[in-house]
């Protein structure tokens, strides 16, 4: 039938992340044998302190997250449950504990050749989430590697002040960072290199992906959240110029879209919103399930989060910070996501900008089971989107990494559910 | 009233009933204290009572409305006494940042029990323990939470006042510490649950009080005989911000363990770490903090390795066996047990893994699972 | 003189009898139903009656599995595992490992050269993994359960069933018999899901050769022919797989009997 063979109409320049990535990842595989030092990174930490210094760097859950997406993840889940890893603990770790206990004891043969990387010289991790910190834990005794932690407070009080002095315990943190960096790489810390990724390369990538979004929020859609979270791991991870010109190749596209009518999906009947991370093992599926039932998922703080104000928050306010000090605007960034912050700062910046911005028929919330983090106040933040705004919201229970948690019919039914809420609100 | 009676008058009945009861009668006001650390000496010090807040024995419903299945029982029971409004009685709550789900809980809290969200407090401390930033930064939010709970109390803490709580605080501990080190050195002289009821009760009564228990608790004691038998010694070691339901005390004496020493949150880890004796108690409360004995897996401490803190308890009382007990769900705990596992097997120390949830009803796995550990232990 | 080992499980009760040289006389097999108590009766009547012998005759008994509190008579009452594992070696003193698949929960056993346990992991909270699982799937798939085995070998595609719960399990075959998938291929996709639990579970202990499955899904043959490729080894299927914690009951009666008869004759002795 010809509902069940219509897809979405993805943009052509994210055909080339697959090989952007895998070049990234091989990167860091051969590294030491280009003399460069490995660091195993997690939690949305300031990884660019370690890309300035020239360390071959990546965000473990992104590894996690393509292992997952290439279906493989069960094997590296199994090999950690099976070491004492409760099923509870977050799929991301298990499916990297998985991966560090094959590299660890010289087993770099029973791992993909995809997903390999070197083994590190060291791990930073930051808590953001909690979790990380105990993750990288792990990491340090698998490998027995120097660990250094980035301690970030949790802004319970969303004044300016508060968060001002929040800033100044973390910048004060990274100065420490840098000498552990230097210790550890045997040489001085390039600040010029620092600042040109802060101040040039993010600042770039930022506005450009600020200008995508907003693009993006036209109707008809001309792009989807899933391309926009594809394409998020070269712009969280890949610091080099190769992505700034990767964005300036989406914008054009998105440009042309919109001269040209293209739709991302044509004949898009309903708008919805995915809040949190993404169950990356069936993304395939779902969007061949909400392309056949006109659903254009068309944004979400994880890969549309550029077009939100806490985003372009990215560069602290004028007048702010010293002058051209890059560790003031690393130490500024790292609060500006939701993981640290209030209920009342997620649904203002993460939500509503969102539902506004998109003109959106209905919020997806996905309740992963294995992470606390983009589980946690999800069914109040589902009544309050349905009070405040009057469109239907679903907590859609699945996980991010774990296809154990993910039963089809029932996500199937939930999504067809809130579509027939969006029609019963919009007759 | 006999020491056992006072204890039971105490820990019979739900927290939450008891004290309400007891407001009547009483003007004392009264701060919840849910999350790891909070330094209650200083709500003692303003002359209110600090009480540890727990799940009540009902079945979680309202708080399910909040919270889905797979979140930890400490916090959907808590939120679900919330709902129910039977916290209102109290007159602060005091949510300390130690994991996801209680961070979480302070906007849950506040918009499922109105009553209680003009006095609500969340509290974060440094998770890195051994840094420059750390102290200061601690003593940044003791002097926010001393504001805080002066404007609740209506009256200033002095220095004075704090010392004394920190005096009285540490003498608890002191007393606790010596009933578990005549515990250990006379296995089986108390049940497993006597003790939990022991350290719960002071945990929800003031501290003076429990201090007069325990002395004369400790006088009965000293006179008293270990009852002689061959039981297999168990360490028990978990349940980080939670009762161990009494079932599972008892299933462990039931099948011939004696439980001789403990590393539980209702137990050694509430009481083993002391205040310093320094001139700003302020900072001898971030001392204790940051010098904390047992490791916590919410904190980062490299030096402080719970898997060895485990293996020297369980060589202290031995030969013992290990029973980890976590609570479901509890992330922090399933991120550090691989380790504790680790470290137990390869000093040769049996360890078991239970894992517990509110509302459960059937013991019988985890009892087939403790008979068959104490089984294995004597080499049925 | 007879050793009686019961097991009350949570489906079936079995019961096994040794005479004092440790040869089995007899043994029997039946449901347990809404009453544990009558079922351990019964079925130790029935062993007892098919060897011609009485309730007298028995000079120890040891109890176990899920109603081991309730057998009448027992003389001890010991967990299932630590029979599993006697049992098992009753019938192979090379077993170092048992894997036991049951009604509602399954079980990994470090067995020693004594047949005493060194290690063990359970997986009883979800049902997902064990027999049950299978009488439900079976019920979805309208096949019976002892066809499972064969239909499975007949499949030529592999399908996934990989949710942890029963319930979503049973939900995702409905699917896939919605999507007109075969019903072997859906029966080896069930076997594939129980295999990866249980190979799982066993790693949580140190898997040594021999392996001995037990418990009524070792009839399974597409589940045995899964297990064995999941762990790379040949396992060893004794002829009543159910029998295996009674049996191990009935060698630990036999072994307390002589111990205490030791006890007793030692106490003489000192007495003199």
């Known amino acids: ?427 | 009233m006999d020491v056992w009676s006072e204890l039971v008058t105490v820990t019979s009945q739900p927290y939450y009933e008891r004290l309400k009861k007891g407001k009547e009668d009483a003007a004392k006001k009264i701060i919840g204290c849910f999350g790891l650390y909070v330094p209650e000496e200083m709500i003692h010090a303003l002359g209110m009572l600090p009480v540890v807040l727990f799940c009540g024995p009902e079945p979680i419903t309202l708080g399910d409305l909040h919270w889905q299945a797979y979140m930890c029982s400490p916090v959907r029971g808590i939120t679900d006494l919330a709902c129910k409004g039977q916290l209102d009685f109290l007159d602060g709550m005091v949510i300390h940042d130690c994991c996801h789900e209680i961070r979480g809980s302070v906007d849950v809290l506040k918009l499922s029990a109105p009553n209680l969200r003009s006095v609500i407090k969340p509290m974060w401390f440094p998770k890195i323990l051994k840094r420059k930033q750390t102290k200061p930064r601690i003593m940044e939010e003791l002097n926010i939470f001393r504001d805080w709970l002066q404007q609740v109390a209506g009256q200033e803490m002095t220095a004075e006042s704090l010392q004394r709580s920190i005096q009285v605080y540490n003498e608890n501990r002191d007393l606790l510490i010596k009933l578990y080190d005549i515990r250990r050195s006379k296995p089986g002289i108390l049940s497993a649950k006597q003790v939990q009821h022991i350290v719960l009760a002071g945990m929800q009564m003031p501290k003076e009080e429990h201090n007069e228990l325990l002395k004369k608790l400790l006088a009965e004691l000293a006179s008293t005989k270990a009852p002689k038998d061959n039981s297999v010694k168990i360490v028990l070691h978990g349940s980080l911000c939670n009762e161990v339901p009494g079932n599972i005390l008892d299933i462990i004496e039931q099948v011939g363990g004696t439980v001789v020493d403990d590393d539980l949150y209702v137990g050694s880890r509430y009481f083993v770490t002391k205040a310093p004796l320094l001139i700003d108690p302020l900072e001898a409360l971030a001392d204790r903090y940051i010098n904390m004995i047992p490791p916590c897996p919410t904190t980062q401490n490299p030096s402080n390795d719970l898997g060895q803190y485990l293996v020297n308890m369980a060589n202290r009382s031995g030969p013992s066996g290990v029973i980890n007990i976590i609570t479901k769900f509890c992330e922090a705990h399933c991120h550090i047990y691989p380790w504790i596992r680790y470290a137990l097997r390869d000093a040769g120390i049996p360890e078991l893994l239970i894992e517990t949830e509110h509302g459960v009803t059937s013991f019988a796995p985890v009892k087939t699972r403790i008979q068959t550990f104490v089984e294995m232990i004597r080499g049925e | 003189m007879i050793f009686a080992g019961i097991d009350v499980g949570s489906l079936t009760s079995k019961c096994v009898l040794l005479d004092h040289k440790g040869k089995v006389i007899s043994s029997s097999l039946g449901l347990v139903g809404a009453q544990s108590r009558k079922a351990a009766e019964r079925v130790l009547n029935e062993a007892l009656s098919k060897a011609g012998l009485k309730l007298k005759d028995i000079r120890y008994m040891v109890s176990t599995g899920y109603g081991r509190g309730v057998v009448p008579g027992a003389n001890a009452e010991i967990t299932e595992i630590t029979c599993h594992a006697r049992g098992a070696h009753f019938l192979c003193p090379e077993v170092r490992t048992v894997i036991d698949i049951g009604g509602q929960d399954s079980k990994a056993i470090s067995v020693s050269e004594k047949g005493r346990v060194l290690a063990f992991a359970t997986n009883d909270k979800c049902a997902a993994g064990c027999g049950r699982f299978l009488e439900v799937i079976a019920n979805a798939l309208e096949v019976k359960l002892e066809d499972m085995g064969r239909l499975s070998l007949q499949s030529t595609k592999q399908l996934e069933v990989s949710s942890m719960c029963t319930v979503f399990a049973e939900s995702e075959v409905v699917g896939l018999v919605a999507a007109e998938e075969s019903v072997p291929d859906i029966v080896a996709a069930v076997h594939r899901s129980i295999a990866r639990r249980v190979r799982n579970m066993a790693m949580r202990i140190a898997l040594r050769e021999k392996v001995m499955l037990t418990g009524g899904v070792a009839k399974n043959i597409g589940v045995v022919k899964t297990l064995e490729e999941f762990l790379g080894l040949s396992l060893v299927i004794p002829e009543e797989p159910q029998l295996v914690g009674a049996l191990g009951a009935a060698v630990l009666a036999l072994e307390h009997s002589l111990n205490s008869a030791k006890a007793h004759a030692a106490n003489q002795v000192t007495e003199r």
């Open chain 1, 1 to 427: 039938m010809a509902a069940e063979q219509k897809r979405y109409n993805r943009v052509r320049c994210t055909d080339g992340i697959s090989a952007m990535m895998d070049k990234f990842y091989k990167d860091i595989l051969n590294a030491p044998s280009q003399g460069r030092k490995v660091c195993w990174c997690s939690g949305a930490s300031p990884y660019e302190m370690l890309t300035a210094q020239n360390v071959a760097n990546f965000q473990t859950e992104n590894h996690s997250a393509r292992v997952s997406s290439g279906q493989d993840h069960m094997y590296y889940i199994d090999k950690a449950e099976g070491e004492g890893w409760p099923p509870d603990t977050c799929s991301y770790t298990r499916i990297n504990v998985g991966v560090a206990l094959f590299i660890a004891r010289g087993e770099m043969d029973k791992v993909h050749p995809k997903y390999r990387v070197a083994p590190p010289d060291f791990i930073f991790a930051g808590n953001t989430c909690p979790a990380m910190t105990q993750w990288g834990e792990s990491l340090r005794r698998i490998f027995d590697v120097p660990m250094w932690e980035l301690d970030c407070p949790f802004n319970y009080d969303d004044s300016d002040e508060r968060y001002l002095e929040n800033v100044k315990y973390i910048r004060s943190q990274l100065e420490d960072f840098v000498i552990f960096i230097e210790k550890n790489t045997g040489r001085s810390y390039n600040w010029d290199s620092l600042k040109d990724i802060v101040f040039r390369r993010m600042r770039q990538v930022q506005q450009l992906r600020a200008e995508i979004a907003e693009i993006c929020k036209g109707k008809p859609a001309v792009m989807s959240q899933f391309d926009a979270m594809i394409a998020m791991g070269p712009a969280h991870m890949v610091r080099t110029d190769a992505v700034t010109e990767f964005y300036k190749k989406m914008l054009e596209e998105v440009k042309e879209r919109v001269k040209n009518g293209v739709a991302a999906l044509p004949g898009e009947r309903y708008r919805l919103m995915w809040r949190g991370n993404f169950p990356w093992y069936a993304v395939g599926r779902m969007s061949r399930w909400m392309a056949a039932n006109d659903i254009c998922l068309a944004t979400g703080a994880y890969g549309m989060g550029a077009g939100s104000p806490h985003a372009n928050r990215l560069f602290p306010p004028d007048g702010f910070g010293t002058g051209d000090d890059p560790l003031t605007f690393v130490a500024w960034n790292v609060g500006t996501r939701g993981y640290t912050r209030t209920l009342e700062f997620k649904m203002r910046e993460e939500v509503e900008e969102f539902i506004k911005g998109w003109d959106i028929d209905g919020v997806c919330l996905h309740s992963p089971r294995s992470c606390r983090l983009w589980s946690m106040q999800e069914y109040d933040m589902a009544n309050l989107i349905e009070t405040k705004y009057g469109i239907p919201a679903t907590v859609i229970e699945a996980d991010h990494t774990d296809s154990r948690y993910y039963t089809p019919s029932s996500v199937d039914l939930k999504l067809q559910a809130l579509i027939e809420g969006i029609k019963a609100r919009k007759e």
